[in-house]
């Protein structure tokens, strides 16, 4: 009798129809359309995106909180510091997507396959909080910990060609961070940093951003050191799906910035 008139297999997003059954040649001509529009559809990916040997200017302003008595170039090893720290990088970078994947970015789908091109700019400004755990002026060994607030904005704008979206996000969260030193004189410093932020925005996204650097910082006045060194930026977002107690998120933008940091720190 032919009782099953098709049978649907999804494999790796592609779904195929098999008619078992030639009799019904009106419910053929309707699925086959059917078959034709779902089988165009592909999986959603995210946007990846690497930037190699992109700038990285920094400035840090640091106030001591635990001895006002102390010079600047004394305030790196204070027990109590407060720091503010302006980050910008901007730059290009590209993503590809095969003809299985689409993106959704900015109010627009991109569809595969194709070559994306993403202009961003991206400002982190922090306000923390320092703690020397090890407080003594006479050891060339430094290990601090950092905590306090961070304030990012992304603007990324995505072409490909005949397409174009633009989307900015501006998000707010804790920080947290380490920096260990080697301070073998008062005007040289050779470190290893790292910091932690997890941010929120009002429009239901998440953010995890991450700053890694290894650097040397030379004082020539007892107030103003500068830096240099090699910087890792992190950028993941993702958006909302489920909120509350073990809510799930939807992985949409991710950054990976590497290249040479340069640095104003300024004590007082």
Not at 43 to 62: A, C, F, N, Q, Y
Request: charged residues 20%; proline residues 4%.
């Amino acid at each position: 009798m032919g009782t099953d008139l098709f049978s649907m297999m999804a494999s790796k997003g592609r779904i195929r129809v098999r008619l078992l059954d030639s009799k019904y040649p009106r419910l053929k001509r309707m699925a086959i359309p059917l078959m034709l529009a779902l089988s165009g559809c592909g999986h959603t990916e995210i946007l990846k995106m690497h930037d190699r040997g992109v700038l990285s200017p920094s400035l840090r302003i640091t106030h001591d909180l635990s001895d006002s008595s102390q010079s600047g170039e004394n305030t790196r090893k204070s027990r109590i510091a407060a720091e503010l720290d302006i980050d910008h990088v901007s730059g290009t970078a590209s993503d590809g997507i095969d003809a299985s994947h689409s993106i959704n970015f900015g109010g627009s789908q991109f569809n595969g396959p194709v070559e994306l091109k993403g202009n961003y700019n991206l400002f982190v400004t922090s306000l923390a909080f320092r703690s020397r755990l090890n407080n003594n002026p006479a050891d060339i060994l430094g290990f601090a910990a950092m905590g306090g607030l961070s304030f990012q904005t992304l603007d990324l704008h995505l072409d490909a060609g005949n397409i174009s979206a633009h989307d900015r996000t501006e998000s707010v969260g804790p920080l947290l961070g380490f920096q260990l030193s080697l301070e073998p004189y008062s005007w040289l410093d050779l470190y290893i940093r790292d910091t932690e932020v997890i941010g929120f925005d009002f429009g239901g996204n998440t953010l995890i951003l991450g700053l890694a650097e290894l650097g040397l910082s030379v004082r020539p006045f007892s107030h103003v050191a500068f830096s240099g060194g090699f910087r890792r930026i992190h950028y993941n977002q993702s958006a909302v799906v489920s909120k509350g107690f073990g809510g799930s998120t939807d992985p949409r933008v991710r950054l990976s910035l590497t290249g040479p940091m340069l640095g104003i720190y300024l004590d007082f």
